[in-house]
């Protein structure tokens, strides 16, 4: 018998496991995944440095197939959570992983008052305009008159600009980036994460089961920030948010000064120091605080 020359094997990076991927082959979805992993190496974070928080669907997957922290929550409550995670362990690098319908549907309401709390935390969200997990019905993102699974006559609203609610809300950090181009979105989200406040990347995610449009519609419509434009200006931020339907900018349209965090204005009303560095309370004291409740 002849030996068989065995495969080799990719040699794994710092954040890769082994969890098997439950994409479809081929899904923008791995672009967006390349571009944490470089972003990470760009930062210098570890694995033990991050936490990443997510809801339900396709983008709330993401953080399975990375290797760090991660806490994986109710449809649409992943920023309650990270904001929590943040003011309780400011050590961590903490990090939404979420979608359209995700954070702009069921989560809608904790985005709006996330915007206007400004927690030290990065809000990525995969905008493919459909709810992608339960076979593409419409989200709040789709366009208005576009048929999908449920909305058989067309959608009859419009569609929600999470880029211009995002710089009305409060955040001072707000992009758009787009999963075929991972080198861009590499710097979006390193940026993102160096922010200090609640910083929103939108990244346009074409979904190639159930989106409407194929890639190369995208590749048309897709493009940079104009050269010499300036993010600090509120007002442009939002004309470059608000284009005509179907043109996509791509960059950071506003960054402006942080501000007092949430995490920050917590730690000053209730304690001095993080919670995670508080010392465990001892079991016979728990008992002795429960005591008082018992009749």
Excluded at 7 to 12: D, E, L, N, V
Excluded at 66 to 80: E, I, K, Q, T, V
Aim: hydrophobic share 35%; aromatic share 8%.
């Amino acid at each position: 018998m002849t030996a068989q020359a065995e495969t080799p094997r990719r040699s794994a990076g710092p954040f890769d496991n082994r969890v098997e991927i439950q994409w479809c082959p081929g899904c923008p979805n791995f672009g967006i995944l390349k571009a944490f992993k470089q972003a990470f190496e760009k930062l210098g974070k570890s694995p033990e440095e991050l936490c990443l928080v997510s809801g339900i669907g396709q983008a709330a997957k993401l953080p399975h197939y990375l290797r760090c922290n991660f806490f994986n929550g109710l449809h649409g409550r992943a920023l309650p959570v990270a904001t929590a995670i943040k003011a309780a362990n400011p050590t961590l690098t903490t990090i939404v992983v979420t979608g359209d319908g995700d954070c702009y549907g069921e989560g809608g309401n904790h985005f709006l008052h996330a915007l206007r709390r400004n927690p030290d935390i990065t809000v990525v969200v995969h905008n493919n305009e459909i709810y992608a997990l339960t076979k593409g019905q419409a989200s709040p993102t789709t366009a208005r008159g576009e048929r999908r699974s449920i909305q058989a006559d067309g959608v009859q609203i419009e569609p929600m600009n999470a880029a211009a609610t995002a710089i009305l809300g409060g955040s001072t950090f707000v992009a758009r980036g787009y999963a075929g181009h991972i080198d861009h979105l590499t710097e979006l989200i390193t940026e993102a994460v160096r922010h200090p406040g609640m910083a929103c990347v939108d990244v346009i995610q074409p979904c190639i089961t159930w989106g409407t449009h194929p890639l190369s519609w995208y590749k048309e419509r897709v493009e940079p920030l104009p050269e010499g434009y300036d993010p600090s200006d509120r007002t442009s931020a939002l004309s470059q948010a608000m284009l005509p339907e179907n043109r996509f900018r791509t960059g950071i349209l506003y960054r402006g000064s942080p501000g007092a965090t949430f995490g920050s204005r917590f730690r000053e009303t209730i304690t001095d120091k993080p919670l995670a560095g508080l010392k465990p309370l001892q079991a016979d004291r728990v008992e002795e605080f429960l005591d008082v409740f018992r009749p």
